[in-house]
């Protein structure tokens, strides 16, 4: 499973740009950016809001065929 991360406001930035391999990785990432950000010190109007998605593009597979 692949996923990616997205921003609400629909644009594209560095970190849209990455797709991860699983939840954890995309998190982390998130957390890194995020996660020293305190609720009494954060100005909610300045930040971007993403989520956490999986990527529904399904892998085509190559089937080999004997003849």
């Known amino acids: 499973m692949i996923y990616k991360i997205v921003r609400i406001d629909g ?12 939840f954890a990785d995309a998190y982390d990432l998130l957390d890194e950016i995020y ?3 305190c609720c009494s010190d954060a100005d ?10 999986e990527n529904k ?11």
């Not at 644009?11 to 699983?22: A, G, I, P």
């Not at 593009?57 to 003849?67: D, H």
């Open 35 to 37: 996660g020293d950000i």
């Open 11 to 22: 644009k594209k930035d560095d970190v849209t740009s990455q797709s991860f391999s699983n």
């Open 44 to 53: 909610y109007g300045d930040i971007i809001y993403y989520d956490i998605i």
């Open 57 to 67: 593009k399904k892998e085509k597979k190559i089937r080999k065929t004997t003849r």
